[in-house]
């Protein structure tokens, strides 16, 4: 069983507030697992995550997420429902790892915790949303995969590799706070268009003909 040091630790957190922000239900599998198994020494304030009851409950979680996250339109509405679930729990599992030692990098942990399950939840909720806009369901499935994949890969470099993990995480934050941008700014610009269309105003990134009269707009009198 591997005891896990100070980087280790710090990387852990990091990783946890991360990735619940992504695939809660697989974190908390992933961690309790490696703690039931034995692959490491989890810190006293995530031994519960071991606990059989809450592995069969993450696991069965893991499954139903699995799927529900591949579905376009249902995985938004996932994450919209997940707002207020992944986030506090983000700055829970990060206070976990430090908080039954000292309050005070407890605190500091959550506070951590938080802002990255926050960052990237939101990276992940507006990107779907962006992708939600095209008919075909394969980005979807494509994406969820990559995100399937990101979350474990992200925990073991967490525990194997710290010091490359810290720098590889700032990375990360740099790209979800660009597509964020990139994302919320394609997502109110296509609300702005369709509000107009369906107002019955014309659209200028549309020729004239296929500017879409509402049947509900008013006439205008003839003077």
């Known amino acids: 069983m591997q005891a896990l040091d100070t980087a280790q630790l710090i990387a852990l957190a990091g990783a946890l507030g991360w990735a619940s ?3 809660l239900y697989l ?3 992933l961690t309790g697992l490696a703690g039931f198994m034995g692959w490491v020494t989890l810190p006293q304030g995530l031994h519960l995550l071991a606990h059989p009851v809450v592995l069969g409950a993450s696991g069965f979680m893991v499954f139903v997420e699995f799927f529900a996250d591949k579905i376009p339109g249902l995985d938004s509405l996932w994450d919209v429902v997940h707002t207020v679930i992944r986030i506090p729990a983000g700055a829970a599992l990060a206070a ?3 908080g039954a030692d ?3 990098m407890g605190l500091v942990a959550a506070l951590l915790g938080g802002t990255l399950a926050a960052t990237s939840h939101a990276a992940k909720a507006t990107t779907r949303a962006a992708i939600n806009t095209s008919p075909e369901p394969f980005s ?3 994406t969820s995969l990559v995100e399937d994949s990101l979350v474990p890969a992200g925990l073991w470099l967490a525990i194997a590799h710290p010091f490359v993990f810290i720098p590889v995480l700032l990375l990360v934050l740099a790209l979800s706070i660009w597509l964020i941008r990139l994302c919320w700014r394609f997502l109110r610009q296509l609300f702005v268009r369709v509000t107009r269309i369906f107002s019955g105003r014309a659209d ?3 020729p004239p003909a296929f500017t879409f009269k509402s049947p509900f707009s008013k006439k205008q009198p003839h003077v």
Do not use: H, K, Y
Request: aromatic content about 6%.
């Open 21 to 23: 922000g992504v695939r």
């Open 27 to 29: 974190v908390v599998l």
């Open 96 to 98: 976990g790892v430090f």
């Open 102 to 104: 000292s309050s005070l």
């Open 140 to 142: 979807n499935i494509g």
């Open 204 to 206: 200028p990134g549309l």
